[in-house]
């Protein structure tokens, strides 16, 4: 058995001591008499441990919640999980022009992006996986984590709009991704850089980037989204209907190149649905190297049971009370 909250079971050491001192402090009897002997006729009780036994039911009551709130669980078996050595960040462009609709209608480059990406994190379960989400600015949308379901939710959420959309900050984006794989010792460091557009905002540029990424020996793999010459972006009209705009795409594919170069990373042109998908399975043949980790996860709680206990103890105390052992008035 184990607790969740050890420290709690500290309180059990003041029991005694309260015990002891409720039976020397207690309000003045309003009667005295010089022998118990004067009042035996009248009341027609004898000695017993009546009150004892109901004073030491309020303490077990007492001591079983206290050892309710140490959430006692049972460990029902060892997990052995797998972990790689392998720590990606994707870092996904959210501007405006990422809504283009260059794979087909309704199919707009961040909603591929974040199909493929979505299948990409189902297909490497072993790995911790980060997000950096960027435009203008870059943010973290997700820690490293190997919990998926949470990377999952948190990738779902990601919404054109929810920073200023009008610029890219590529510089920006590679090193809030670098600074979450800083200082972390797993053999491969990768980040996967997805942008449709050009580094025109930011402090630090994509190049000085790279080079840090270098230094920490960061696989950078990039990949320019859209294809070539002029894309079709959906605007609403004064009627309600939607129309397409059609907008030159600017992908940098020499930085982009650049960058992926410099790390030992790929540059990647996703200019179709079925090209999109083929890179993600390329980076996904990646080289994983594996550490068994050892958890405890498994556990059957005890709270309820140990708590339902405490309260039976102080409701039979309670009812012997005032039925069987009731007190004279």
Not at 20 to 37: C, E, N
Not at 206 to 213: F, K, M, Q, S, Y
């Amino acid at each position: 058995m184990t607790f969740a909250h050890p420290y709690v079971l500290l309180l059990l050491l003041l029991l005694p001591v309260l015990a002891w001192l409720k039976g020397r402090i207690g309000h003045s009897p309003a009667f005295l008499y010089s022998s118990v002997d004067l009042v035996r006729p009248i009341s027609g009780l004898s000695r017993s441990s009546a009150g004892s036994f109901l004073a030491a039911l309020r303490w077990l009551a007492v001591a079983l919640f206290i050892v309710a709130l140490a959430q006692p669980r049972l460990v029902k078996g060892e997990s052995q999980v797998k972990a790689s050595g392998v720590d990606i960040v994707v870092a996904i462009d959210m501007s405006g022009s990422m809504r283009s609709e260059d794979f087909g209608e309704d199919q707009s480059r961040i909603k591929l992006a974040k199909e493929v990406l979505a299948k990409f994190i189902d297909n490497r379960p072993n790995d911790r996986i980060g997000l950096v989400a960027f435009a203008k600015d870059a943010y973290i949308a997700a820690p490293l984590t190997l919990d998926h379901d949470f990377l999952q939710r948190n990738l779902d959420r990601l919404r054109i709009g929810l920073i200023d959309e009008n610029r890219t900050a590529i510089g920006s984006a590679l090193m809030a991704a670098l600074n979450r794989l800083q200082g972390l010792k797993d053999k491969s460091k990768i980040v996967i850089l997805m942008t449709d557009g050009e580094n025109n905002s930011g402090k630090v540029s994509p190049l000085t980037a790279a080079e840090v990424a270098q230094s920490l020996g960061v696989k950078v793999y990039t990949i320019g989204i859209g294809i070539r010459g002029k894309a079709p972006y959906p605007v609403i009209d004064q009627f309600g209907q939607k129309r397409y705009q059609w907008m030159d795409v600017d992908v940098d594919e020499d930085t982009l190149n650049k960058i992926a170069e410099k790390t030992g990373g790929k540059y990647y042109r996703a200019d179709s649905a079925e090209i999109f998908r083929r890179i993600y399975a390329e980076i996904d043949s990646l080289e994983k190297s594996e550490a068994e980790v050892k958890k405890f996860q498994h556990y059957d709680e005890l709270f309820a049971p140990v708590s339902i206990a405490g309260l039976a103890a102080f409701l039979l105390e309670m009812i012997l009370n005032h039925t069987v052992w009731r007190k004279l008035p």
